[in-house]
Nanobody
Framework: DVQLQASGGGLVQTGGSLRLSCATSGFTFDDYVIGWFRQAPGKEREGVSCLDSSDSSTFYADSVKGRFTISSDNAKNTVYLQMDSLKPEDTAVYSC?????????????????WGQGTLVTVSS
């Protein structure tokens, strides 16, 4: 079965950095698009970034562009989200998900497989 697990969240001060990891298994890694989503209390889920392994295409939401970087270690079937210059508004539960096809902007309904979220808290 397709499995994904997000990790790496924690508490960081404004301007700090965190790297989230999404470990995957149970599918052909290069055949899937891996996306990162986040959801803060009282807000709807937001697509943050995604990577299409077939051509290494990457996409970012305007809110994180220039601060976040998505990458992968294909040998480990793992996708990373490097988050720099963090702001309090980045505070959310971050989840990774897999989809067969890429549509931008990201839509949660297009992602059939989800990992457990990891909490990122950015203090001012």
């Amino acid at each position: 079965d397709v499995q994904l697990q997000a990790s790496g969240g924690g508490l960081v001060q404004t301007g700090g950095s965190l790297r989230l990891s999404c470990a995957t298994s149970g599918f052909t890694f290069d055949d899937y698009v891996i996306g990162w989503f986040r959801q803060a209390p009282g807000k709807e889920r937001e697509g943050v970034s995604c990577l299409d392994s077939s051509d290494s295409s990457t996409f970012y939401a305007d809110s994180v562009k220039g601060r976040f970087t998505i990458s992968s270690d294909n040998a480990k079937n793992t996708v990373y989200l490097q988050m720099d210059s963090l702001k309090p508004e980045d505070t959310a539960v971050y989840s990774c998900a897999a989809a067969r096809f890429l549509v931008w902007p990201l839509r949660a309904a297009d992602f059939g497989y989800w990992g457990q979220g990891t909490l990122v808290t950015v203090s001012s």
